[in-house]
């Protein structure tokens, strides 16, 4: 007994000292082993700064302006003369159409033919039945078939379209006239065309003008001994004149030659008769002068012969000289009278065509006008028609007022009536067989080609205005695009070229696609860029200034709306206590990588990223330092 | 042999029986202690499937998760998530549920997967990226090595995250906040880096390695996706609710409605035992994102732990169960004897008294 009691008193101390020493280690490291069981957290001090919130996006350029091109009527394309890419200009001929009626038209006046075919059978059926009964009727009718019977002499054409033709064929006619007018007043002008006449002038003063000089020609050569009468060019010849009688060889001869003969007639006591019997005989001229002054003489002479005998020396260039002048003056009229005649040829040339045309345009007046008062006499037949048919009408729809025939027959005449009215106006509003543009840019797109049908009111070309600028559109969500507004600039982002394109928010547009989350952003783009590019721009706005700016990590979202964990820290003796306490904010701005808030103040301490989800109140410990 | 020594040795016999019956018994119970414990550590290891902790901050309602799996043939558009929302909120009001001031009574994450190719002035690859709309990072807490998460408030669209790994492939680096990377002709910044997540399950289900998120909006921009995958916290105000709510609303319902913060729960492990073998077949084509993977992954091991508790606590318990009853019915036994002792004697008390003084 007593040694289990010693046994149990020895336990229960043992324990007590494991208990107690169990409790210290527990109490001194309790610290640690709080904080190894808190959750991590990383903090950031929040402070004042500037956001520049931008908004990216990005979109393909188009024109600023498109233009489609589209016609009134369905008609056939002749050619389309303008390529995809092409430049146009105003007045550029875009699509040729082929010279018919559009299809419309066609349609309208088939029905009409249709509709008046029926009109005019049922009105004669309405004719057999109640002519029966009636007299007036009857003479009505047999006025009418008369009236028929007669234009069908003149033309089968339908007497409605008649008006129609004669109308054309009388402005046919009138733009004939004005063509043979304006024909003859070209003729008319022409002939009395001062070139022309001088020209003609010219022509008929030629002949006495080379005759003279012919015969003044003729008698020089009687008279002049020139070997060559062909000569032309006196100018050269002066010069070449000149250039011998200027040259100091020619005149020294002269003077010597002067000399000799001055000292021969000396010699020959200055009797010229002496002197040329002397030349004449030799001999004697050797008996009575000086043998040196012969000698002298003859050597002068003969220094001076070269230039009076020979082909082309002096004296023959001297008597070539008027020749030359001469014959450069018949020359001069020559080319003068060549000139003239090919002026006159010209003019008579297109004297002689206008002439033709004008001819012929009569021809085709005397036709047109024939043509003319054919139609008018079917046309006056037609009348006759008509006013013969009003008169059965008027008997008819008087004698059958409640009868169920006759508002038929009313319904179709007014129905006549509106499809005429509807055929005018088409006829009124169709398209030229040219199509032109009406504004300057490039080709975006074609729809049709040569042969095919243009539909009326559909798109068959599209022209980019690039003279109204390039636009972008960007889609973006209705928030974003309340942050933005008109006359916000952006710039491109992209990273290899240095471009000088500026982008201005224009307008912001509804998203078709998607009205009611996003909107078009529509910037105009001034500068280097070309249609379908792709481009990324980014949108800033003005970086403001923020009190209270955060990491984007330190935002969090919950069920109460957007927080932030503000980090408290509380010293106490076993070291510092951290806790987070909930802050409502509101995001006023955000960028990549901040966001600013209200609702904290700067200075404090958020948490940006924790081990696990905090609760408002929790404790918690600060990440370990790391490297 | 002596009597004496037969009775010590029949009494060691006993003691030895008595005391290996309490070892066996301690070890069961410690095997199901541990497997007890297992459960509950694999119910707590998927930050993915129990994210209302990081969201619900008042009490007014119970929430419930839920998560919306597509087939890749059927996705949703964004457009559906959007008119979901709609719905959900106009369902909301007319089953009189309000949002606190400035708060709201759901927050929910869509994403689709694509590869993008992407480059930088390094290199260029093809990367599988999420694309992310909603609070997506809400469900996908992980670790951020630097920078920000994406979030659908955000005010420019084509912000990345990118993981470690493409951190480290694309720049060399994991501090690259303020760098961009190039899709196309077109920069996008990085704005944070984060760490997968690093349990075994996650693991074991995420095989594509190096991965990007972008925003949903600006993956549809390069690359045409649809939604498979969506996830939503919404109040739960009876059992069923959300997940009746979701599969009724959302479009198309092609998919599979898991409701993510009931599924550990012990009730619903049982039915994972209960469908052994048919979970193996894979009958609706859809290909669950790396996080369901894991989610299935742990299922089937939370499964396991709790069958096994469940037996080696079978024993012991029983065995408790057992000597309680005997114990009990002893106490009583003894007691009513110790009663019925005590009337006795007091009966012959009274009769002595009475009758014994008065010489009867």
């Known amino acids: ?627 | 042999m002596s009597k004496r020594k037969i009775q010590s040795r029949r009494r060691r016999r006993l003691e030895f029986k008595q005391r290996l019956t309490v070892i066996a018994l301690v070890l069961l119970l410690g095997l199901g202690v541990f497997f007890g414990v297992r459960v509950y550590a694999l119910q707590h290891t998927l930050h993915t499937q129990n994210a209302m902790p990081a969201w619900v901050r008042d009490d007014t309602y119970r929430y419930a998760q839920t998560s919306v799996f597509l087939p890749n043939d059927t996705p949703a558009a964004e457009n559906d998530v959007f008119s979901f929302r709609q719905a959900l909120a106009e369902r909301l009001k007319t089953d009189s549920m309000q949002a606190a001031e400035g708060g709201s009574l759901f927050v929910d994450a869509y994403s689709g997967k694509q590869t993008i190719s992407v480059s930088t002035r390094r290199m260029n690859m093809d990367v599988k990226t999420i694309g992310v709309g909603g609070e997506y990072f809400l469900f996908h807490p992980m670790k951020l090595l630097s920078g920000g998460y994406l979030s659908e408030r955000d005010f420019a669209n084509d912000r990345v995250v990118l993981d470690d790994t493409l951190a480290w492939a694309l720049f060399g680096t994991t501090d690259v906040i303020g760098q961009s990377i190039l899709i196309g002709t077109r920069e996008y910044p990085v704005v944070g880096v984060v760490q997968r997540e690093d349990d075994f399950a996650s693991k074991a289900a995420y095989t594509d390695g190096p991965g990007m998120f972008m925003s949903f909006s600006a993956m549809n921009e390069v690359q045409p996706s649809g939604v498979n995958a969506y996830e939503i916290i919404l109040p739960d105000p009876v059992k069923g609710y959300a997940a009746s709510v979701v599969k009724e609303l959302f479009s198309p319902n092609t998919g599979s409605i898991v409701e993510n913060s009931s599924r550990f729960s012990i009730l619903p492990l049982f039915r994972v035992l209960g469908d052994f073998g048919r979970r193996s077949m894979n009958e609706t084509g859809i290909l669950y994102p790396y996080w369901e993977n894991a989610a299935r992954m742990v299922e089937d091991h939370a499964a396991l732990a709790l069958l096994l508790c469940v037996v080696f606590l079978v024993f012991p318990t029983a065995l408790g169960v057992y000597n309680a009853v005997r114990w009990s019915r002893r106490a009583v036994e003894e007691a009513t004897d110790y009663v019925a002792e005590e009337i006795e004697k007091m009966v012959e008390e009274e009769k002595e008294k009475n009758y014994v003084r008065q010489g009867i």
Not at chain 1, 131 to 138: A, E, L
């Open chain 1, 1 to 627: 007994m007593q040694n289990d009691k010693v046994k149990t008193r020895e336990w229960v101390k043992t324990a007590a000292i494991i208990f107690l020493a169990v409790l210290l280690l527990l109490t001194f490291f309790s610290n640690t082993f709080m904080n190894l069981t808190l959750p991590q957290v990383a903090s950031e001090q929040v402070m004042s700064g500037t956001i520049n919130a931008k908004l990216r996006g990005s979109g393909t350029v188009s024109a600023n302006e498109s233009y489609e091109l589209q016609i009134s009527q369905t008609r056939k394309i002749h050619s389309v003369p303008v390529r995809e890419g092409q430049q146009v200009k105003v007045g550029d001929v875009l699509l040729v159409l082929e010279a018919e009626d559009s299809e419309e038209l066609k349609q309208a006046e088939s029905e009409l033919q249709t509709l008046r075919a029926s009109y005019d059978k049922a009105l004669i059926e309405a004719g057999n039945t109640a002519s029966q009964n009636s007299y007036d009727v009857k003479q009505a009718q047999v006025a009418y078939d008369e009236a028929v019977a007669v234009y069908n002499q003149y033309s089968s054409t339908d007497p409605a379209e008649l008006a129609a033709q004669l109308a054309a064929a009388e402005a046919e006619l009138s733009e004939l006239n004005a063509k043979k007018d304006k024909t003859d007043a070209e003729l008319a002008s022409l002939r009395e065309e001062s070139e022309y006449l001088e020209a003609k002038d010219t022509l008929s003063s030629t002949d006495g003008r080379l005759s003279a000089l012919e015969s003044e020609k003729d008698e020089l050569e009687k008279t002049a001994p020139c070997r060559d009468t062909d000569v032309t060019d006196a100018q050269s010849i002066r010069e070449k004149i000149d250039g011998i009688t200027g040259s100091s060889a020619y005149q020294k001869a002269v003077a010597r030659y002067d000399d000799a003969f001055a000292a021969f007639l000396k010699d020959c006591s200055d009797d010229l008769d002496i002197v040329r019997t002397c030349i004449e005989n030799p001999e004697i001229m050797a008996k009575r002068v000086d043998a040196e002054l012969i000698a002298e003489y003859t050597a002068a002479y003969e220094a001076l012969e070269p230039y009076y005998y020979g082909k082309n020396c002096l004296a023959q260039l001297q008597l070539q000289l008027p020749f030359a002048e001469l014959n450069d003056e018949i020359a001069e009229i020559e080319d003068e009278y060549e000139d003239a005649k090919d002026v006159v040829e010209d003019y008579e040339d297109e004297m002689d065509s206008l002439n033709k045309k004008s001819g012929s345009l009569k021809a085709d007046i005397t036709e047109q006008e024939a043509r003319i008062s054919d139609l008018s006499k079917a046309s006056a037949s037609a009348e006759n028609v008509r006013t013969a048919q009003k008169a059965l009408e008027d008997l008819l729809f008087r004698q059958s007022l409640g009868d169920s025939g006759s508002i038929d027959l009313r319904m179709q005449k007014q129905q006549l009536a509106d499809l005429e009215t509807e055929i005018a106006k088409l006829r009124e509003r169709s398209d030229e067989s040219e199509i032109k543009a009406t504004v300057g840019g490039t080709v975006n797109s074609i729809s049709v080609s040569a042969g095919s049908m243009a539909n009326a009111d559909t798109t068959l070309m599209k022209i980019d205005l690039t003279d109204r600028g390039y636009t972008l559109k960007i889609c973006v969500t209705a928030e974003q695009a309340k942050k933005v507004k008109l006359g916000d600039s952006a710039e491109l982002v992209n990273s290899w070229w240095d471009t000088d394109v500026t982008a201005v928010l224009e307008r912001i547009e509804n998203d078709p696609q998607n009205p009611s989350r996003s909107k078009l952003l529509v910037f105009r783009l001034d500068g280097d860029v070309e249609p379908d590019q792709n481009l990324t721009l980014s949108i800033g706005q003005k970086s403001a200034n923020y009190d209270a700016i955060v990491p984007n990590s330190a935002v969090r979202s919950g069920s109460n709306g957007t927080v932030v964990l503000v980090l408290t820290v509380k010293s106490s003796p076993l070291g510092n206590r951290f806790t987070v306490t909930e802050v409502p904010v509101q995001v006023l701005a955000q960028d990549d990588t901040k966001s600013a808030i209200s609702g904290v103040g700067a200075g404090e301490f958020v948490v940006t990223t924790s081990t696990e989800p905090l609760t408002n109140g929790q404790s918690v410990r600060q990440a370990d330092e790391q490297s």
